[in-house]
């Protein structure tokens, strides 16, 4: 074992209210989307075990709680809308119709601005936040495939990868225009800045690394080589480190975001790592095995997956109300 996978270890060591009426309340349920079925498993996160699932609307992909957490927002992209559900328990709270394509959503961090990824629609959908309901702001063209997305800390701006042009955009928030985009490379999905938004990271789906962009030269200094379908990410709330999921080589990386370098890799996993939560106390990691119908528990402290559940089709997003902090 190396060096720098033993330095890991240590640091690791350190909805229906009617189809839930026989399951007990629990404040603890994971949430868990899938995508291919349209609807959400219930897991509570103690026993690991489902108690339940709630109809949504057709390919929920992604999730997001809403900035004061009292609802964690589903969006379904091919059924046009929102759905909200209660954060702890999962249970629906309302529905917003005629959201078109949301494939996957975020909030800037002074709460101003919603943003909706239009995947088959090639576009994004900028919209005014306040506090409870969205007015669209502008519909933006961005081909093609956007896909992921992250905000700048100072709100200005939120980066967009678009898959199948194999560029990353920026676009800004203000005036909800264009300011640039450029070639990164095949595939590109998952996103994340590092400490002082000093760089900008991109998971390469369609190759086996991640690209590291500074943003502000608008060029790609350097890669860092993961594993098959580099994909989506996940800090590991200790000021340091950020997993990605490699999504076709069936394994997670460790990436150190000071020295940009790859210093463990969890293996072991099943098809189609994609997203993750952490809880948190930083021990277990949960992630979604999209080429399947479950959840995995990864044992942080061995690096081991060490639980499967099985969930529906095709599970995509995940969320737990009581986890590590995102940043």
Known sequence: ????????????????????????????????LNSGDASVSLIDE?????????????????????PDNKSLIVANSVAN?????D????????????????????????????VTNGLRLDRIDIYHYDGRNFSLAKRV?????????VFSADNKVVFITLQESGEV???????????WKIPVGKAPAGLWLTPGDKYLLVGMTGADYVAVIDWRARKVVKTIHTDKGAHNFRSLADGQHVLVTN???NTTSI????TLMNVGTITGLLPGPDDMELTPDRRYLWVTFRFTRYVGVIDMKTLKLVNTIKVGKSPHGIYFYNRAPLL
């Open 1 to 32: 074992m190396n060096s720098s996978l033993i330095q890991i270890r240590y640091l690791f060591g350190a909805l229906a209210a009617a189809l839930l009426a026989n399951a007990p309340a629990r404040a603890e349920n994971v949430i868990v």
């Open 169 to 179: 955009a920026a676009v800004d928030l203000a005036t909800q225009t264009v300011l």
């Open 255 to 258: 990436l150190d975001q000071n």
């Open 87 to 114: 954060p702890k328990t999962g249970t629906v709270q309302r529905w917003i119709p005629d959201i078109e394509d949301p494939y996957q959503l975020g909030f800037s961090y002074d709460r101003k601005w919603f």
């Open 247 to 249: 999504r076709v080589g």
């Open 46 to 66: 103690a026993t690991q075990k489902v108690v339940g699932t709630v109809p949504v609307g057709k390919e929920p992909h992604h999730l997001m709680a809403t």
């Open 141 to 149: 063209p961005l081909a093609t495939m956007p896909s992921h997305m």
């Open 81 to 85: 809308n929102l759905v909200f559900l």
